[in-house]
């Protein structure tokens, strides 16, 4: 069944009839005050409409009532807050439920990209367990986008809310290319082969060479001198 309110049209299954019907109903795009991305229906008692505090229609569909009395989370699945179908409901974690919310406003249309002045590049970063990650500078919007949605789909499966890119765009080659050996790695920016290794979780810079093979052998000496008998030597053929 549909329901029509100022900001559309709310769907439900028909057996939820009997749910609604005791509440008037409005829509709205704030929550706690502050501007919402997705649009919600709201409800009170048509008994006392003035003396009873709003409940959302998608928490008593799930059989919830106001957060704080059940302090646990709903999505809508497929990021329409008017679609309170049962199927398109669902009990998450709120980690779950801030990655199906799509872009809010800023520099950039799309989720998880920002443009960066001082760079020039469009940035694209996550927030995940409470930590922001850096996911690289592009010189197309569309392409940082891609790079959200690939850490999304990696981090959140289903619950994530994917920007809408075009199937064409595709990711720039790394600028940091790997090899075939162990503590090597090519910097494109300086067209060098550069050994490294990590120990103790420090990085100890090991130089840049024009050869990958002596990045090899440059790594074979840091890593015996750092590590001794512990160390894990490339196989470099002789010259």
């Known amino acids: 069944m549909n329901l029509p309110l100022k900001h559309g049209v709310c769907e439900l299954d028909e057996d939820a ?9 409005w829509s709205f795009r704030h929550v706690d005050g502050r501007p919402h991305p ?8 048509r008994e006392d409409p003035h003396g009873t505090p709003t409940i959302l229609m998608h928490r008593l569909i799930m059989g919830l009532g106001s957060f704080q009395d059940d302090p646990v989370y709903v999505d809508h699945v497929d990021g329409n807050g008017l679609n309170n179908h049962r199927k398109n409901l ?45 996911l690289g500078r592009y010189d197309d919007e569309e392409q940082a986008a891609l790079a959200y949605n690939l850490a999304a789909k990696e981090a959140w499966g289903e619950h994530a809310h994917l920007n809408q890119v075009d199937p064409s765009v595709t990711l720039p080659p790394p600028r940091t290319y790997s090899s075939r050996y162990r503590g090597v790695s090519w910097v494109q920016k300086y067209a060098r082969w550069r050994a490294g290794i990590r120990v103790d979780g420090k990085l100890h810079a090991l130089g840049q060479y024009k050869d990958e093979r002596e990045a090899a052998l440059a790594y074979n000496a840091g890593a015996t001198r750092l590590l001794g008998d512990k160390a894990k030597l490339n196989e470099v053929p002789d010259a």
């Open 90 to 134: 669902r009990i998450v974690s709120h980690p779950q439920n801030l990655a199906n919310t799509g872009s809010r406003g800023g520099t950039s249309k799309f989720k998880g990209v920002s443009w960066h002045a001082e760079k020039g590049r469009w940035g694209a970063g996550i927030m995940i367990d409470g930590r922001f990650k850096l």
């Open 38 to 45: 997705r649009i919600y229906a709201g409800g009170r008692s």
């Open 17 to 25: 009839s009997s749910l609604i019907e005791p509440f008037y109903w």
